[in-house]
């Protein structure tokens, strides 16, 4: 478990769970919480022995956004710092799968937070807005580059400019969230998919991650030269080995990341 005030920290095996903390405000952000969790998804990015990242919040909010309460409480915040903002750069780019497992509001920040994640699960009872002109700001955490690769450039355009709310069924609708689960079930659901790829062979899933971020900014000729050196180099590792062989053998493979 962590020692951070406004998230929570933990690391079973091969996969690491952040819980955005201050559940009275559905996990509202302020300044700490930004610093917070800046700094432990750099923890997160380091570590070579995570593999996959699940990503959610604590009681019955994801992320609103900014706790509007406490922005204009007159309460005097710590500073926050521009790097902070590369929170999603973090989410979208680090080489672990990175899961949002969105178990209430997602609006604002927490809807570009969880747009930077690989992959995107909701509970029945979740709903989304951009929110962002709302309150009369252009928006950031990155969604309308994250988005548009989502759900297209024109649906992407229409869930900013109309800042309206939608359900968790509309959200899998458009292809924003990969599936929604009952809510008496979807914690157990979500962590059973971030354990299932936590077994993955590291080396494989590391350069795989690798291949969808290097993927978004390369002409398809030299994104093929660098695949099929990564999939060369994986597919001479010992894990490759491994895993033909469990296959044939009819067992689990065990990945050692050689």
């Known amino acids: ?73 007159g309460i005097k915040q710590e500073p926050n710092r521009k790097e902070y903002f590369h929170i999603t750069t973090l989410l979208h780019e680090m080489p672990k799968v990175t899961i ?15 747009c930077a994640c690989d992959l995107r699960y909701a509970t029945a009872r979740a709903s989304f807005n951009s929110a962002f002109l709302g309150v009369a700001i252009s928006g950031d955490m990155g969604g309308p580059w994250l988005l548009p690769r989502i759900v297209g450039a024109g649906k992407a355009r229409e869930l900013y400019f109309m800042s309206q ?34 077994k993955s062979a590291p080396l494989a899933i590391s350069e795989m991650k690798k291949n969808f971020v290097n993927a978004e900014g390369m002409p398809l000729r030299e994104y093929i030269e660098l695949e099929t050196e990564r999939h060369s180099r994986t597919g001479s590792s010992e894990d490759t080995k491994e895993a033909f062989k469990a296959f044939v053998e009819k067992r689990d493979a065990v990945f050692h990341g050689r």
């Open 1 to 73: 478990m962590s020692n951070y005030e406004t998230i929570t920290y933990e690391v079973t095996e091969n996969l690491a769970t952040i819980t955005l903390n201050r559940p009275d405000s559905l996990n509202g952000i302020v300044n700490q919480m930004m610093r917070e969790l800046y700094e432990c998804l750099q923890v997160v990015a380091a570590d070579p022995a995570i593999r996959v990242l699940l990503f959610t919040g604590a009681g019955k909010g994801f992320c609103p956004g900014v706790d509007l309460k406490a922005s204009t409480s």
């Open 100 to 114: 949002a497992g969105i178990n209430g509001a997602c609006a604002g920040a927490g809807f570009g937070w969880a």
């Open 165 to 198: 709310k939608f359900k968790a069924d509309e959200a899998e609708r458009i292809g924003l969230v990969n599936k929604v689960f009952a809510d008496d079930v979807f914690r157990d659901e979500v962590r059973a998919i971030a354990q299932k790829l936590s």
